[in-house]
Nanobody
Framework: QVQLVESGGGLVQAGGSLRLSCAAS????????IGWFRQGPGKEREFVAN???????LYADSVKGRFTISRDNAKNTLYLQMDSLKPEDTAVYYC????????????????????WGQGTLVTVSS
């Protein structure tokens, strides 16, 4: 069973950048679509971005042009580069692995992922 550990969260001022990492152990996610989700204070968990086995990416409109998702299958690691951060990006960020579908649009729903990390907190101050 794959296990995921996120890192890289922290406190940053608006306009700043952070890079999140998600390391997988106990297996590989190279054959699957994997992604990032986030849950802000008092909000439901929402889709941020995913990357397919092919390398094709999909982003939520709220982060498009500011965030970049990437994967390194050799290192079994998923990344999220976050630039031009806004206070509304404040949330716990979760990586998710092994989407049950091969369609990126389907892999925007939390219920389609088999494995989740514990989350890393990102706080953006104004």
């Amino acid at each position: 069973q794959v296990q995921l550990v996120e890192s890289g969260g922290g406190l940053v001022q608006a306009g700043g950048s952070l890079r999140l990492s998600c390391a997988a152990s106990g297996g590989t996610f190279s054959s699957y679509t994997i992604g990032w989700f986030r849950q802000g204070p008092g909000k439901e968990r929402e889709f941020v971005a995913n990357v397919a086995r092919s390398g094709a990416t999909l982003y939520a409109d709220s982060v498009k042009g500011r965030f970049t998702i990437s994967r390194d299958n050799a290192k079994n690691t998923l990344y999220l580069q976050m630039d031009s951060l806004k206070p509304e990006d404040t949330a716990v960020y979760y990586c998710a692995a092994n989407c049950r579908s091969s369609f990126s649009l389907i892999c925007r729903a939390t219920g389609n992922f088999e494995v989740w990390g514990q989350g890393t907190l990102v706080t953006v101050s104004s």
